[in-house]
């Protein structure tokens, strides 16, 4: 598991890095696209398929699409020559260096202790210790038992109930807004 | 899991053997079955998906006062082993204006998504060994079974869209620009549609929306008829299938596979059909109750010959998929394609907002008569 | 009242589920398509197919020949002994390669013998095989839908 963590850990920051540092913008998006996706693999494997599955719909396969699309139509060649930075590239390096390494701390301080229960029963039965691999197949029944939609469900309408209703107010008002630029006579 | 403890519990005598079993176990449960599953279905689906093209020539044509391919073969029925034939072996051309990458990217994005979808769909009740074990008919039985084919499915336009851009070509790109609008206008309705039937089940599991549908006593389609409805015709226009085949255009418009030949061709080709199946099969359990035999109590008949069962619930399964792929051919063979600004306003303007309020009058319809 | 007429149109499709009986309607009729091969196609009984000769009934008067723009034919009559009783021709030659399939022979034969036949499939390996002789040149009659009605030089229904 911590392998293909790794792994995928690898495969997102190269699709990120790709994003920045491509010339061409369709690269950049294909990258993005790439990097999305990856994203997705690794809520998968901490076991959030819902929100695995919400982030390929909306962020791949919804705004993907319109990122590509606006691309599409934007002169690639003229972009390629372009140079995109000027004097802010080393200050933002520093900058971004600087809460990479603090962020960077924060999560190595902090504590994760969950491990995915199919590996806590190969271990157990590993330690060939019988008890202890019926608790950790008791606690994977337990985890099992609250779906994952619902555990979703649960914590937007009736934990944070409020902030996920202005974040919609918000979301309308920004369709408004929109609506209101691109029209030009409403 | 229960019989993972036991088998740790019972057969071995020394650690070493139990731990063994136990290694044995998981490896089989994590790796060998689903493993066989796959390639079983992959069998499966590969060839549905190849004769469906042969089905929908045969049955277009018969539509047509023609009696379709019929040359190769007994019936025609060697005919999708022609065309593969033909496919593998024609010239592979990348153009010259190509980006060679995204080229030869975009017909995976597109053939991948088409086949993935089918790995949460239960076919039949579980199969019952001798032994006791129980085996689904499904290959992923996860929490979100439906909400994954359309994440993936969501995925299928980037084949079309890059397709159609990296062939350096300007007609490709307009059909991509086609089809990137055609689809996105259309997901959205699907996606309400399906919401509606989500609502009526409880449960984004296909096998427990078809175990709703059978504790109802009445198929979907009954009380998510218009659900079922904005269903049938965002599901044509997602797959590009007449009369919403803008992207494509066989007759006259180019489409966004006009750079594409050979296999790669193929694979667009392929995908589509995929998608049908896909469509037709994912129509059939939220709607016509899947693996559920009409008539039959389900759950009786499953207690007295589970295996019975399960092979006659594959059997209707495959029976009410067909009719929804009867009847796309159909509308092929009925309709002319709609105008581009036709299927748009169709899209947005009429099956938008039919879907939204349909799923609050199925919200409401849940919550006072269905509880 | 208008408008929910036209709701109800609107979602009830009237004439999309007219279409739609009309192509299922199309789906039980017979088909139209000739499975060629397989079953020889009904022709017009005025196909002007390969030229096919009587020779039990030519009188060798070579009118054909004589008529044929092409010169494709060739009437041989027997030696003027054997004439005198038996009028066959000794030989007669048609060059496939040459003839236009007008007719013109056919007009002026007086016994009828030379007509066009129902035969349409005139592709040959060689071109040895496009020159017909007495032997080769008549239709095989077992073939033939129509018996020539050698008073009013027409085709008659068998």
Excluded at chain 2, 13 to 25: F, G
Excluded at chain 3, 110 to 117: A, E, L, N, R
Excluded at chain 3, 141 to 149: E, I, T
Aim: glycine residues 8%; proline residues 6%.
């Amino acid at each position: 598991m911590a392998f293909l963590w790794i792994l995928l850990a690898a495969f997102i920051a190269a699709c990120a890095l790709g994003v920045v540092l491509s010339r061409s913008p369709i690269t950049s998006a294909v990258s993005l696209l790439a990097g999305f996706l990856g994203v997705g693999i690794l809520y998968l494997c901490l076991r959030a398929e819902f929100v695995a599955a919400a982030q390929v719909l909306v962020y791949a396969g919804g705004i993907m699409v319109l990122y590509l699309i606006g691309v599409m139509f934007t002169d690639s060649e003229a972009l390629r020559l372009t140079r995109q930075a000027h004097f802010q590239a080393w200050p933002a390096f520093f900058l971004v260096l600087a809460l990479f390494l603090w962020m960077g701390h924060r999560l190595y301080r902090s504590e994760f202790t969950a491990e995915p229960p199919v590996l806590r029963v190969a271990v157990a039965a590993g330690a060939d210790q019988e008890a202890s691999a019926k608790t950790a197949l008791a606690e994977r029944a337990g985890l099992a038992k609250e779906s994952n939609p619902r555990q979703v469900s649960v914590a937007l309408f009736r934990d944070f109930l409020y902030p996920f209703e202005a974040a919609s107010v918000l979301l309308t008002v920004a369709v408004l807004g929109g609506v209101f630029l691109a029209k030009k006579e409403v | 899991m229960s019989r993972l403890a036991r088998s740790a519990g019972n057969r071995g005598s020394t650690p070493r053997e139990a731990k063994r079993a136990m290694t044995y176990e998981v490896l089989l449960n994590t790796v060998g079955w689903p493993l066989a599953k796959i390639v079983v279905l992959l069998a499966a689906v590969l060839t549905v998906v190849a004769y469906i093209g042969w089905f929908e020539r045969r049955l277009l044509g018969l539509f047509q006062s023609r009696l379709g391919p019929n040359r190769v073969g007994p019936l025609g029925l060697l005919q999708p082993v022609a065309d593969g034939l033909k496919l593998f072996l024609k010239e592979d051309i990348v153009p010259l204006n190509a980006r060679p990458f995204l080229f030869k990217l975009a017909p995976v994005f597109a053939f991948f998504p088409a086949f993935l979808g089918f790995a949460v769909v239960s076919w039949a009740l579980p199969w019952a060994t001798p032994s006791g074990r129980h085996h689904g008919f499904v290959v992923a039985d996860v929490d979100l079974g439906i909400l994954l084919v359309l994440a993936v499915s969501s995925l299928g336009i980037f084949g079309i869209i890059l397709g159609g851009w990296s062939s350096g070509s300007k007609y490709p790109l307009m059909g991509s620009l086609r089809s990137a609008s055609q689809m996105l206008a259309y997901e959205i309705p699907l996606t309400l549609s399906v919401i509606a039937v989500i609502l009526l089940g409880g449960s984004f599991r296909l096998s427990d929306i078809v175990a709703a549908q059978q504790k109802l006593g009445a198929y979907f389609i009954l009380p998510g008829l218009l659900a079922f409805g904005v269903y049938l015709i965002s599901a044509v226009a997602e797959t590009n299938r007449v009369p919403f085949d803008l992207p494509e255009g066989e007759s006259e418009i180019i489409g966004f596979h006009t750079e594409y030949s050979g296999m790669r061709f193929g694979f667009f080709f392929v995908a589509e059909y995929a998608n049908m199946v896909l469509i037709s099969v994912i129509a059939a359990s939220l709607f016509l109750g899947g693996y559920d035999l009409p008539g039959v109590d389900d759950a009786a008949l499953y207690a007295a010959h589970p295996n019975l069962a399960s092979a006659l619930g594959v059997f209707a399964f495959a029976a009410k998929s067909a009719l929804f792929a009867y009847f796309y051919v159909w509308i092929r063979a009925t309709f002319p394609r709609y105008r581009y600004d036709q299927l748009l306003r169709i899209g947005w303007v009429v099956l938008l907002p039919i879907a939204l309020a349909n799923v609050a009058l199925v919200a409401l319809l849940k919550l006072w008569l269905l509880r | 009242m208008n408008a929910i007429g036209r709701f109800l149109q609107m979602v009830t499709f009237p004439e999309l589920l007219k279409g739609m009986a009309i192509t299922t309607k199309y789906l039980a009729k017979p088909k139209v398509t000739e499975s060629y091969p397989d079953a020889r196609p009904v022709l017009p009984y005025r196909t002007k197919g390969r030229l096919h000769v009587e020779i039990e009934t030519c009188i060798s008067c070579r009118m054909c020949e004589k008529a044929c723009p092409e010169g494709c034919i060739r009437v041989y009559p027997p030696p003027k002994e054997v004439f005198k009783t038996d009028k066959r021709p000794a030989e007669f030659y048609l060059n496939q390669e040459h003839c236009l399939h007008c007719g013109l022979c056919v007009d002026p034969c007086p016994t009828g013998s030379i007509h066009h036949s129902q035969e349409f499939e005139l592709a040959v390996v060689h071109y040895d095989d496009l020159l017909f002789d007495k032997e080769t040149l008549p239709y095989d009659l077992d073939q033939k839908r129509f018996r020539w009605n050698l008073l009013e030089n027409v085709p008659v229904k068998k």
